[in-house]
């Protein structure tokens, strides 16, 4: 089955520039989703489709997906971006939704 | 207001079976395909089965095939799973999810809150 690779954590300072990796094999062939998770929260969707936003998520949240590496980009973090994040993509061949094992984001 | 609602968790021993049940309101039922998802402690997100919007297609994960089955009721609003041969790698909090519309392959733009389902003797 297709599988996603996340790195478990990335720390950023707040007001700086959070770059999370969600790696696949040609992964730029498919759409790449990711959710946000607080803790004790369910996720809830940030970008969708790798580059969109749902309503009410701010602008500093962007994704991009080329090659082998989907990224979701938090612009002038904040210590309330403190979650964990989540990639999903299709698996054609499974005909299912994977999910990438999450990256956790601690704001210094 | 969108909301969906799990029950039906709780404590079984292995090789027991449970159902869980999600109500679904505030939005159109059978606009939707719907998914299972579950989170096991620590761990990351796993697809576990989704249905279509008219319950004739449903697609389980490898680890729950010929276990678990998925069923909807579009007249009542509600999403079931029921879970035979219960394992301990099952232990999770079990999310009801949507997807965005009728597209098999959309992504997912709600979630429940979950219920746990705690297999252990």
């Known amino acids: 089955s297709y599988v996603l690779t996340q790195p478990p954590s990335v720390s950023v300072a707040p007001g700086q520039t959070a770059r999370m990796t969600c790696g696949g094999d040609?992964?730029?062939?498919?759409?790449v989703h990711w959710y946000q998770q607080k803790p004790g929260q369910a996720p809830a969707l940030v970008v969708y489709?790798?580059?969109s936003r749902p309503s009410g998520i701010p602008e500093r949240f962007s994704g991009s997906n080329s090659g082998n590496t989907a990224t979701l980009t938090i612009s002038r973090v904040e210590a309330g971006d403190e979650a964990d994040y989540h990639c999903q993509a299709w698996d054609s061949r499974g005909d299912h939704p994977v999910f990438g094992g999450g990256t956790k984001l601690t704001v210094l | 207001e969108v909301q969906l609602v799990e029950s039906g968790g709780g404590l079984v021993q292995p090789g027991r079976s449970l159902r869980l049940s999600c109500a679904a309101s505030?939005?159109?039922?059978?606009?939707?395909?719907m998914h299972w998802v579950r989170q096991a402690p620590g761990k990351g997100l796993e697809w576990v089965s989704g249905i279509s919007w008219d319950g004739r297609i449903v697609n389980y994960a490898d680890s729950v095939k010929g276990r678990f089955t998925m069923s909807r009721d579009n007249a009542k609003n509600s999403l079931y799973l029921q879970m035979n041969s219960l394992r301990a790698e099952d232990t999770a909090l079990y999310y009801c999810?949507?997807?965005?519309?009728?597209?098999?392959?959309?992504?997912?733009?709600?979630w429940g809150q979950g219920t746990r389902v705690t297999v252990s003797s």
């Open positions: 505030g939005f159109t039922f059978d606009d939707h395909v």
């Open positions: 999810v949507r997807a965005y519309s009728t597209s098999w392959s959309g992504y997912s733009d709600f």
């Open positions: 489709d790798d580059v």
């Open positions: 040609n992964i730029g062939s498919k759409t």
